[in-house]
């Protein structure tokens, strides 16, 4: 009796990369279209990015509940902790959070 030859794992590996990245392009043109591609902090339409409400990090998950459109600028800013995107917990993420810019300086 012959049994398949396994395919490598290293094509496997790129195989799910591949899907994986697929997966991405398509919820990111969900997200932009749901957001009239327009970002929800600023309503520009330059340079626009898809952003995570809930971090991967904390539990965030890859789908269109949990992502938002930010243009380039305000994505670094909330990366900066200028821009700050708060949700309360409860219901869909992207269409239940709030943004707020911190104005106040911090004297060392």
Excluded: Y
Aim: glycine letters at 6%; charged letters at 25%.
């Amino acid at each position: 009796m012959r049994f398949p030859k396994p395919a490598p794992r290293l094509l496997s590996k790129r195989k799910a990369a591949a899907a994986k990245a697929t997966d991405w392009r398509k919820v990111r043109v969900v997200v932009l279209k749901r957001d009239g591609h327009r970002c929800r902090a600023c309503s520009s339409t330059q340079g626009l990015e898809v952003h995570h409400v809930v971090m991967r990090s904390l539990g965030g998950k890859d789908d269109a509940t949990n992502l938002i459109a930010l243009c380039r600028d305000c994505h670094r800013s909330v990366h900066g902790h200028v821009l700050i995107l708060r949700w309360n917990g409860h219901g869909n993420p992207a269409s239940t959070v709030r943004f707020d810019w911190v104005t106040e300086t911090r004297s060392a």
